[in-house]
């Protein structure tokens, strides 16, 4: 039984944020690959993806505001930034992506313009529900190493 | 081996399932054991993905180098180094994926080539073979398709 209500608060919103959509197994992945050695890795790559995806997302914005768009010039930087955002498992992101790519194929730039709005908010209600866990996980880190037996 | 989620939790079906995955998966990634040493060229445009990629070698050992264009990465292998794998993303700055692949292939280099790119569509995929990848995949880099190319690359 977990008796630590922190503990359990984490888990039970790590759960939720695979439960509702929001991460794939590949969120896992990268939870394999943290340590001892990496104990902040996972929220290391998140901020680093964020930083590096926000250039992208400028570009898109600049990109659909030109007149008249150019699709293939913005299937480019949506290719990029699939791509950037699989890498953290971000699920709903990666299917606005595949989605506004779809758009850019068929050359509807309304379709192209909504879905672009939509995946702006999915990628801002991610960062924010991930900040929210990982300024869990760093309270419970230093608790879980002190109480280690020794 | 300890589950993921704390066992205070009613497991779900589901959670039971998520567990089962997750193990598999560690086992995957924890039972290759590198014989000989190995390297790696990680070609990745987006940061995010090189560093993932990059790590992902290094936690099975390989000794990896990465450069975030095509241009780079010719010139890297023009100098001599080599590499065991490359890994070579489809898009990136400077020289593409496809022709970087074509132009590391022209310079005699018959290593394993990996080519990954964010969407795999039928089209794209004959276009990395036909540049001259050996394997192509879509992102993200899993130990999936990493440890049996691993496994080959170090005769096992």
Request: aromatic share 6%; with cysteine.
């Amino acid at each position: 039984m977990e008796r630590n209500p922190m503990r359990r608060q984490l888990a039970s919103l790590r759960k939720s944020l695979f439960d509702q959509g929001y991460l794939d197994e590949q969120f896992m992945e990268l939870e394999q690959l943290q340590d001892d050695a990496n104990p902040n890795f996972v929220e290391e790559v998140v901020t680093l993806y964020y930083r590096d995806s926000a250039r992208l997302i400028l570009n898109l914005d600049h990109a659909l505001e030109r007149r008249p768009l150019d699709f293939s010039k913005l299937d480019g930087l949506m290719h990029q930034f699939k791509g950037s955002s699989s890498s953290i498992g971000a699920k709903k992101v990666k299917a606005e992506s595949t989605l506004f790519r779809e758009y850019c194929k068929y050359g509807n730039a309304e379709g192209c313009m909504r879905t672009f709005q939509q995946l702006k908010k999915e990628y801002a209600t991610l960062r924010k529900k991930l900040e929210t866990y990982f300024q869990l996980a760093r309270q419970i880190g230093p608790m879980e190493s002190a109480n280690r037996p020794k | 081996m300890a589950p993921t989620l704390p066992s205070g939790d009613q497991a779900s079906d589901q959670d039971n399932w998520d567990n089962g995955r997750l193990a598999h998966k560690r086992q995957l990634l924890t039972e290759i054991v590198l014989r000989n040493r190995l390297t790696a060229l990680v070609v990745g445009g987006d940061t995010t993905c090189r560093v993932l990629e990059q790590l992902l070698l290094r936690s099975y050992g390989v000794q990896t180098q990465g450069v975030d264009n095509g241009r780079d990465a010719i010139a890297l292998i023009a100098s001599g180094v080599k590499f065991n794998l490359i890994i070579i993303d489809m898009i990136l700055s400077v020289l593409n994926g496809l022709e970087a692949t074509r132009q590391i292939r022209d310079m005699g280099v018959h290593c394993k080539m990996l080519g990954v790119t964010a969407c795999s569509g039928e089209s794209e995929r004959q276009a990395f073979l036909a540049a001259g990848v050996d394997v192509f995949i879509e992102k993200p880099l899993d130990p999936e398709h990493l440890v049996p190319i691993l496994r080959e690359l170090d005769g096992q």
